[in-house]
């Protein structure tokens, strides 16, 4: 997995068709997105469940290309290597989820993954300052954890701005999880953000057997960030 600064459109499966996650994830990829991102929910950390690291090894086939496993888990430590035999590409972990997210960040790099770490809206920027040498992806969340489709938090703008400012040339994905459609993701790309997520606003109005309007929902998230 190299790195680069470009714009990158990550579907989260978390909007697809659960029944049908092999067929949705090679969909979304035909259809432009460049990562599928996995959203995996405990019902403890979030209020929500969705699946585990065996789904997620049932699904890594079926993706060509970058993986990215989002841990809404709490504790996390535990199912690293989980998940990482899984073929997760990228895991992250939330700064809340536990009182040690540096060694949790140690694990996830141990285990032979990239390693993200997720804030809550709450959560500062400063709350990753001293974590910059160990992680590849700082994901800022821009809706609270737990469920699709809510209304993108203004606020997490000026966030990802000090983000970018503190990262410098480093080579540290930015990342945006919520609310994320062709009226917000211009804002969070002009602050400094590389890899949006979007799950609503990439699977509306598509299925596996009508998937053309995956490809219109990405291009014009990316089409906004352009222009
Ligand atoms: C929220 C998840 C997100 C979610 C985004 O807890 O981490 O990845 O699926 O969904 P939308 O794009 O619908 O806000
Ligand atoms: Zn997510």
């Known amino acids: 997995m190299s790195f680069d600064r470009s714009l990158k ?15 949705e994830c090679a969909a979304i ?9 996995v959203d995996v929910m405990d019902g403890h950390f979030v209020p929500n469940i969705t699946f585990g690291p065996a789904t997620c090894a049932a699904i890594r086939p079926h993706i060509q290309g970058v993986m990215d496993v989002h841990l809404m888990i709490a504790p996390v430590d535990p199912y690293i290597d989980a998940f990482a035999q899984a073929g997760a590409d990228v895991i992250t972990a939330h700064v809340e989820a536990g009182p040690h997210i540096h060694r949790t960040l140690q694990a996830i790099r141990a285990a032979g993954a990239k390693a993200g770490v997720a ?26 954890p737990g469920f699709g489709g809510q209304k993108f938090i203004h606020s ?9 400012a503190m990262i ?3 080579p540290i994905h930015i990342e945006i999880d919520g609310g994320v459609d062709p009226t917000t993701a211009p804002l ?40």
């Open 188 to 227: 969070v790309a002009a602050a400094g953000a590389d890899v949006l997520v979007a799950g609503s606003a990439v699977f509306r109005g598509g299925s596996v057997t009508n998937p053309a309007p995956y490809g219109e929902n990405i291009r014009a998230i990316r089409g906004a960030c352009a222009g």
């Open 29 to 37: 990829e035909a259809q432009g997105a460049d990562w599928v991102h």
């Open 156 to 164: 997490q703008v000026e966030k990802v701005r000090q983000l970018r």
């Open 168 to 170: 410098g040339d480093r």
């Open 9 to 23: 459109i990550a579907p989260s499966i978390l909007s697809a068709d659960f029944a049908n996650f092999g067929m």
């Open 119 to 144: 804030l809550n809206p709450g959560t500062p920027a400063s709350a990753v300052e001293y974590l910059l040498d160990m992680v590849d992806l700082v994901c800022v969340m821009t809706v609270n």
